[in-house]
């Protein structure tokens, strides 16, 4: 099968629903149980991953997949929402090996395992509102991390996913975390097209819920005044491209994670410039490098204890899949930092 093809599969598999009627009150019962079973499926997949990892023996940090195919925070291209299965291919395309730079083999269950999809689609089916998709993502990723030692790196989706990913890794860990958030644009503006869940938004729920304590925003180069106003209100750190010389060597020397509960990675594609990625939804030309991304994360000092990728929008991309085989790598390099 073509990769557009399957992108034309994908388009007629996935729909998009309005939640906006209210349920009725006496079907709130049989919503729950959707959700329950959404839980279910997802904890039965980690126990088993877990079960796997343990039986072997010798790891201490095992990175765990978990897509999260929600798109509908988008504010332009809707299509993120069909990226995890794209990824998921690209880290065992045939181009490439099972290594990763650093050597690492990723086909070894105690490096990385699998626990399946959020059934997002089939929740909103239900007309399950937004509070409670939030909801059911940060117990979902909670309920990985309860099997130890895997930490969750999440495959996108918009951005909008990040907020209750790490609500979930603050809330299971006691406390903050470090965020180091590549990205053209600093998604912290407080609600967007009148929505506080945008993928515009969700740094903004993060630093007012208390859930990092460091935010270093990199490769920022679409930003008006509310994004330097919320910037400034949160403490947020952030490094636009037009300076990003100046703060080259710094930030490919990071040390973080100190005093607070680890390292969050947020990878939106879009922090490339997109002569590397032009499966995104929003082209931002000046960007990183994808060597530059590898020189940051792969001298980052800390303990990376949870991340995810974002953005990557297979309905824009090339029929060569050329940008599901970048946030492949994005995944696959991660992966060799978080696990040990």
């Known amino acids: 099968m073509s990769f557009l093809a399957a992108v034309n599969i994908g388009r007629r598999g996935i729909r998009r629903f309005s939640t ?92 990385m395992v699998d626990a399946g999809d959020i059934p997002i689609q089939e929740l909103r089916r239900c007309e399950v509102d937004d509070d409670n998709l939030m909801q059911v993502v940060t117990d979902s990723v909670k309920v990985v991390m309860e099997e130890d030692p895997l930490r969750p790196l999440v495959l996108g989706g918009d951005h909008s996913i990040s907020f209750p990913v790490v609500r979930a890794v603050s809330e299971k860990l006691g406390g903050p975390v470090d965020i180091l958030h590549l990205d053209a644009h600093p998604d912290i503006y407080e609600s967007y097209e009148g929505s506080i869940y945008s993928h515009a938004s969700p740094f903004a729920r993060i630093m007012e819920g208390g859930y990092a304590r460091r935010l270093l925003q990199v490769g920022i180069r679409s930003i008006n005044q509310e994004g330097r106003d919320q910037a400034k209100r949160f403490g947020v750190e952030q490094y636009e491209m037009r300076e990003y010389e100046k703060y080259r060597d710094y930030l490919q020397n990071l040390k973080l994670g100190e005093g607070v509960k680890g390292v969050y990675i947020s990878i939106d594609v879009d922090c490339l410039d997109p002569g590397f990625v032009p499966g995104i939804s929003h082209h931002e030309s000046g960007g990183l490098s994808f060597r530059d991304c590898m020189n940051i994360l792969m001298n980052l000092q800390g303990d990376i204890v949870g991340a995810d990728v974002v953005e990557y929008n297979p309905q824009r991309d090339l029929p060569n899949g050329m940008t599901t085989l970048v946030a492949a790598k994005f995944v696959r390099e991660v992966t060799a930092r978080m696990s040990k």
Not at 82 to 94: K, T, V
């Open 20 to 111: 906006a009627s209210k349920i009725p009150k006496s079907l709130e019962g049989g919503q729950q149980r959707v959700i329950d079973a959404a839980l279910g499926l997802v904890r039965e997949q980690a126990k088993l991953k877990g079960e796997q990892v343990r039986a072997l023996g010798g790891a201490k940090a095992t990175t765990c997949l978990l897509g999260v195919p929600l798109g509908h925070h988008s504010s332009y291209h809707q299509g993120p929402q069909y990226a995890p299965p794209f990824i998921r291919e690209g880290i065992w395309h045939g181009s490439s090996n099972n290594t990763t730079e650093a050597g690492v083999v990723l086909d070894d269950p105690r490096v």
